[in-house]
């Protein structure tokens, strides 16, 4: 029956056609800008359960998951041999976010406070899922649009010196990945320390995390409290806090822990020396119970904190913020006004992030040439026009619920900001008794950059103020930034370079900086594992990973090498996942306890087993 035929064969071109543009669709598979994205020719596989997930492993020669590429770091996110071309159908990217099946929330366990969630999720769903049951994450990034998975393999963090990072131990309890072989593995801390230790700070390297266990806690009342101060101000806090740190042995003690969890602070540079160049917010927990309205110790408190922001609100008003109120207002109207044409308008507060994370998916990549087409962040007074964009946020207050009261990034600012603004953000990790060293480093540089150019350093590099986190230490974890000490985090970003004519331009004033941040004086700091890495200052200046991490790293390269015999999970990122082979025989097998399999010893082999270089 020719027609019966010719109908199949056209099902089945018509089927391959539908292959090639859903499974092969490389410009899918770029971050959440239209950036950074991975060679043409990789595939693409959309998976709607941990079996398919299975399936494409085992069959693949190089594979790497995703969540919805919210980093900046092709080198770590593209699952390929090489940056010029793709082996097609060899090489295949996993994108969880918002995958069918995979974004689940499992019931939450109130004795223990647990909930087991699937990697599909993003970490704002999950927030507005566990609010409609009273629950909340204890601490969580200033940005939560990222997946919950993709957050932990990179050791992603709010500020927290009582819980960590969330691939802390206190955070993230158990994990199920899909292994090299297409196995799939319940790791728990209990039974699977080494493995788990590996996992938990993995990037993608060593399997596909497709579900995890992370704590809750109660979404209770929460006061929060700001501070305005100067940059000098914030600096001798740091100090403070080092020194205190340094001598109680290096031991964060109670009074200092309860005075910096969940602090965070903008230090907008821009300023200079001005008394309201850094806000500092913090927030205590509150008795369940609230006041009765209409009360004495009601009305007392009201306007005890109708004081506390006023003073807040004045003692932020400048000539400059003032001026920028107009700009940010129109920005705002606009963000809003694409907002309501890109979605059906019924979901911009509390929006459904799983369609988000489709749209994000759809409409990749954004293009760059819309950059600058809207009064953006480029503009040099910008560092003013965020202040006033964030000011709302960081109000003071008594009676927010936790998950309003840790600040993070809005939904509008979030879905409107790539289109705006084109930018690279960049984050190390400084051991907190070098934090105000460090700080002041970086503030004698940027005053040099200001009397050099006779104008602000918003003109010559900087647009955002640099936020700093504090997170506590993490020797569970192999390849945490903090597996050492607690340390400060600076974030600071970089909204010049696709602005220039070239957009390769190098935006002086902002490597002179970055050139600090990881230099001795910030004692080398350590690159957040999602963020951008600048190549050229990481070469100059900064440790190798193998330096960074010592024998963690080769204990880490004893993991990858027992799971992924064939390096499937390895990425562009070759030159620094690699270990010697004849370093890790004689390390990874030797260690004196018997049921240790993947702890290096370095005593026996030493302390090299291969580098993890940043040269390109
Ligand atoms: C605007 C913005 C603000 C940010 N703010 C913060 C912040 O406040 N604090 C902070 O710490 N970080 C922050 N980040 C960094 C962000 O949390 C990380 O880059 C995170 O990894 C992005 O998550 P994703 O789901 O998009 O993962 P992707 O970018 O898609 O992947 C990142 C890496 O994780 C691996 N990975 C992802 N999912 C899995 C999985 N299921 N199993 C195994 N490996 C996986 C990938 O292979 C890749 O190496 C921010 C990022 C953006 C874009």
New binding site residues.
Partial sequence: MPRARGFHALCFSFLCFIRVVLAIAPRDLS??QGLYSCPVGASIARVSSVSQVQKVVKNAKKV??????????RE??CASSSSLSSNEGEETTI???GARGMRYVGEINEREKTVKVG?GITIRDLLDSLEKKGYVLPTF???ID??L???I??????SSLKFG?LSSEKMLLEMEVVLANGELKRLTRDKDPELFSAFSV???RL????SVTVRVEENSRTERHVKVMSAEELIEELDRAGKEFAENNFTVMESLMNRLDTTQSLWFLTRGSSKNAAWRATHVTRPKVAPVPGSPFYEAERKYWEKKRDAFVAANETPESAAQRSLGRFQERRWVRELDRNTDGSEISTPNVQTYSNIRFDRQPRRIERRGEIPSLGLAATSEMVAYLLERDWLPGPDFSKRDALVS?RFEM?YN?PDANMYD?Y?VAVPLEKAAECAREVYKESGKIFESTGDTVARSGFRVPILLRFVSSEPENLLSLSYDGPKVYF?FEDYLKYRSPSASEPNAAFCLVSKVFHSSKCSHGRN????TKDYKTLQSVAQPLHEQFKSNWCSFGCVAKQLDPDRKFE?LFQKGWTWDDSALECGCKSSSSSSSKFTYDHVKCGEWCGGGSFAE
Avoid at 207 to 210: E, S
Avoid at 528 to 531: A, E, I, R, V, Y
Wanted: hydrophobic share 35%; aromatic share 14%.
């Fill in positions: 971050n959440f790497k998951a995703i969540g919805v590429g919210h980093s900046w770091w770590n996110f994108p969880l976010g990697c990034p200033w940005y990222q997946t998975c993709g957050a393999a990179t050791g992603s963090h709010g990072s993995s990037v993608g399997g596909v995390i497709v990034q979030s900001a953000q984050e974030n957040h594992w999602g963020k990425s």
